[in-house]
């Protein structure tokens, strides 16, 4: 078996996941190869320790040279004419959301024809997308072009994806949904695909990497209570929310500092938004970090906060519990299938600046609870969410056999502190 990786804009800054996937599969012999729709930008490529082998690996497949679209395009016509016509069907009649349907999907023909060529040449056996929107649609292309089976990770909402999701899921030999909302809401919704066509894989982190240290970190010299959250500066992440909510604490007199590791849209307003609210020395603006660099911020957090408004799931909240730090996230999305409230975490309403405030001002007061709560969220990450776990899932649906022994299960199943 090889297996043709399509990811969209890789390596990108929230892909890790997906390098973490692709990395077990690796070491348990499965042979991929990566591809993307295109390069991803300066703003949103990656920072992380894996992104320049990870791009230089990457066959991607726009924008191309003319004579690579017309090659590929007459290679598809004259090896496989009857598949080619079925593509240029699907581009016309696919009842995506966009309309015109046929504007938004037959420009795909070309970039599919470019993608089947790959495959053929490099005698790729099956494709996995890891999203359901355009890397999707080129693969139903291309298994009507070369006969490929292919699969998809549903890594969001349903709705997201640009529509024909009926038909996507049907042509998919199986879709892989990260969280078990997810699953059940295609259940629901999909009543008349097979069972086996979709299944839970739940994503996660390494905690071979992602570990704490085995002493506490130390505590701030002036008192502070060190809080930091990782996310995209984008308005669902909610992080107007935990500047409102570090105002409220700061008028109560408790002594907090905030972090926020991200960039994104959204980066000029909440500068402005932490100027306006009086918190410039307060809160620290680092940008875009490299794995390496968030694991070493989390080493010397207190507290770990996301005031997203909804997560379809939350890889983020994930790292910082891996790291035995205490967390608290939005009772929103899938966030609550990561943390249990008061059990390995903490959960808010989403927008709820006070609510917030009153979460943290508990633990900052609390030092034990925050340790307790540390150590519990690292055990719930290393038994649900290591990394391996759904990279198995899918070496098992991909092969058809156990994935080896060298597992998630392998490892400590609580926090070494």
């Known amino acids: 078996m090889k297996v043709g990786y399509l990811i969209p804009e890789f390596p990108g800054q929230t892909h890790i996941w997906m390098w973490r996937e692709i990395s077990h599969l690796r070491e348990w012999n499965v042979p991929i190869m990566i591809f993307s729709t295109r390069r991803p930008s300066a703003q949103t490529r990656a920072r992380h320790a894996f992104a320049e082998a990870a791009e230089s690996e990457t066959t991607y497949l726009w924008p191309r040279p003319a004579v690579t679209v017309i090659a590929s395009l007459l290679w598809a016509i004259a090896r496989h004419p009857f598949g080619f016509l079925k593509a240029s069907w699907l581009g016309l009649t696919l009842p995506v959301d966009q ?11 070309a970039p599919a024809c470019i993608l089947a060529r790959a495959c053929a040449k490099r005698q790729i056996t099956r494709l996995h997308s890891h999203t359901c929107s355009n890397s999707a649609i080129l693969c139903m292309m291309v298994k009507r072009i070369l006969g490929l089976p292919f699969s998809m990770t549903l890594n969001a909402n349903i709705e997201w994806w640009g529509g024909a999701m009926g038909q996507k899921f049907a042509d998919a030999e199986f879709t892989v949904a990260i969280t078990q909302w997810l699953l059940e809401q295609i259940h629901r919704d999909y009543p008349r695909l097979a069972p086996s066509q979709a299944l839970l894989g739940s994503i996660g982190v390494d905690t071979r990497r992602w570990r704490p240290d085995a002493a506490a970190p130390p505590a701030s010299p002036d008192g502070t209570i060190r809080l930091i959250t990782v996310g995209r500066l984008h308005f669902s992440k909610g992080h107007d929310v935990l500047l409102r909510a570090v105002r409220i604490l700061t008028d109560r007199g408790h002594d907090v500092s905030s972090r926020l590791a991200g960039a994104g849209p959204e980066a000029d307003n909440l500068q402005r938004l932490a100027g306006e609210l009086g918190l410039a ?4 603006f680092l940008g875009s970090l490299s794995e390496d660099r968030i694991i070493a911020e989390l080493k010397t957090a207190d507290v770990f906060v996301l005031a997203s408004h909804a997560e379809p799931l939350g890889v983020v909240y994930m790292e910082a519990m891996a790291m035995a730090v205490p967390t608290i996230g939005t009772n929103a999305g899938g966030v609550s299938e990561i943390i249990t409230n008061g059990v390995d975490g903490i959960l808010v309403a989403p927008n709820d600046p ?13 030092e034990p609870r925050r340790r307790q709560l540390g150590e519990a969220g690292r055990a719930k990450i290393v038994r649900c969410f290591d990394s391996r ?10 092969l058809n056999r156990p994935a080896p022994r060298e597992s998630a299960m392998d490892l400590p199943s609580a926090p070494e502190l």
């Open 99 to 109: 309309r015109p349907a046929a504007r938004t999907v037959f420009p795909l023909l």
């Open 281 to 284: 020395d307060r809160v620290h």
């Open 354 to 366: 006070a609510a917030l405030a009153d979460a943290i001002a508990a633990l900052m007061s609390d």
């Open 389 to 398: 776990l759904g990279a198995a899932t899918l070496y098992g649906r991909l």
